[in-house]
Nanobody, 121 residues
Framework: QVQLVESGGGLVQPGGSLRLSCAASGSISSIYTWGWYRQAPGKQRESVAAINSGGRPNYADSVKGRFTISKDNSKNTAYLQMNSLKTEDTAVYYC???????????????WGQGTQVTVSS
C-alpha cells in the first residue's frame, strides 16, 4: 500500500526557516509530480509549489523567492525548504504526489496526512 508521510513541521518565529519532507512508501513504479499544498483555518486548500518529473518547479506568487521545492528520486522523497517565513504562512501543509503503484499499473493521486506549520513570535 502506497503512503505519503510528511515530517518537519513545527513552530518557528517570523523570518525563520523550516524544511518539510514527504516520503512515499510502498511498491512504486514511477512518481510523476510532487506538490505541496496548505490550508489555513477558515480558508480553502491552496497550491504552494510543485515539481514535475523533469525537475521543473513552479510556485505560488505568495511564496516565490522564499520557498524551494526539490526531490530525491532515489529516496522517493520531496522537500519544501521554507525561508523568511511570515505569520501568514501558518497552515497545515499537505504533500501530494501523482504516482504509479506497481500493484495497479495506473497513475493515481495520493495525499499525506498533513503537518502543522505555525509562524508566530
Amino acid at each position: 500500500q502506497v503512503q505519503l508521510v510528511e515530517s518537519g513541521g513545527g513552530l518557528v518565529q517570523p523570518g525563520g526557516s523550516l524544511r518539510l519532507s514527504c516520503a512515499a512508501s510502498g511498491s512504486i513504479s514511477s512518481i510523476y509530480t510532487w506538490g505541496w499544498y496548505r490550508q489555513a483555518p477558515g480558508k480553502q486548500r491552496e497550491s504552494v509549489a510543485a515539481i514535475n518529473s523533469g525537475g521543473r518547479p513552479n510556485y505560488a506568487d505568495s511564496v516565490k523567492g522564499r520557498f524551494t521545492i526539490s526531490k530525491d528520486n532515489s529516496k522517493n522523497t520531496a522537500y519544501l525548504q521554507m525561508n523568511s517565513l511570515k505569520t501568514e504562512d501558518t497552515a497545515v501543509y499537505y504533500c501530494h504526489a501523482d504516482l504509479k503503484p506497481r500493484a495497479t499499473g495506473w497513475v493515481s493521486s495520493y495525499w499525506g496526512q498533513g503537518t502543522q506549520v505555525t509562524v508566530s513570535s
